[in-house]
């Protein structure tokens, strides 16, 4: 059973298109996040969300929306994507701060913006 | 602000010992993690130290934290071919409220045979 899920693995698309990535967690977590990973490999946390708080980190451009449908679901839109945006995207989610240690991540989804 | 900052690149011969190091700027981190990813895979957690602890051992790892110059490091025995991948130190971040991780560049460890 998969923990964090994520959709599309890949998502090759032009300059300027809007597009979503998916994410779903079956851990009953109430916090989840995105991360992006770029070409050298670093990671940077781009929002955290429950269903009380979205926190955005500053240094991302607002064509950049998460929204949550339910608890178990966190998805990604991008609005007129740049090449900037092509990236790695991970998912994340987390139980409640106090219980459990681990950040579970989703498999990533490369995004290519041609 | 909060920074994690990890060398890029360590090479070992298959059966040596891995010291991958770690230096980090929040001095509230109560959680230091140890995170693997493998080529085209996604985040694996290695192992955590709590801040409280100097040491932490699980089978072939060792976690050594000096809180005071605040360094951390993971030591790999008996280094193995499989585990060529890159490492990420990460420490949690309390000041959003949502405890996210920050994470250092990664260090991408190759291990020859």
């Known amino acids: 059973d998969t923990a964090v899920s994520q959709t599309p693995k890949y998502l090759v698309t032009q300059m300027g298109n809007d597009k979503s990535i998916k994410c779903e967690q079956n851990?009953?977590?109430?916090?989840m996040y995105w991360y992006k990973q770029d070409s050298k490999k670093f990671l940077k946390i781009m929002f955290s969300?429950?269903?009380?708080?979205?926190?955005i980190n500053e240094t991302v451009p607002n064509r950049f929306s998460p929204k949550s449908p339910d608890k178990a679901h966190l998805n990604l839109h991008i609005n007129s994507l740049e090449l900037g945006d092509s990236a790695v995207y991970f998912c994340?989610?987390?139980?409640?701060?106090?219980?459990?240690?681990?950040?579970?991540f989703g498999p990533g989804t490369r995004l290519t913006v041609l | 602000g909060e920074d994690v900052e990890q060398s890029l690149f360590l090479s070992v011969r298959e059966g040596d010992s891995s010291v991958i190091n770690c230096t980090y700027t929040?001095?509230?981190?109560?959680?230091l993690y140890w995170y693997k990813q493998e080529p085209g895979a996604g985040l694996q957690l290695l192992t955590y130290?709590?801040?409280?602890?100097d040491m932490k051992q699980d089978q072939r790892l060792t976690v050594l934290l000096n809180k005071k110059d605040k360094h951390l490091s993971l030591r790999i025995a008996d280094t193995q071919t499989g585990d060529s991948a890159i490492y990420f130190c990460?420490?949690?971040?309390?000041?959003?409220?949502?405890?996210?991780?920050?994470f250092g560049k990664g260090t991408k460890l190759s291990v020859k045979p």
């Open positions: 994340a989610s987390s139980p409640p701060s106090g219980t459990s240690l681990e950040q579970f």
């Open positions: 851990l009953g977590h109430d916090t």
């Open positions: 969300y429950n269903n009380k708080e979205l926190i």
């Open positions: 929040d001095s509230s981190s109560t959680y």
């Open positions: 130290i709590f801040s409280n602890m």
């Open positions: 990460a420490e949690k971040n309390y000041g959003g409220s949502q405890g996210n991780l920050i």
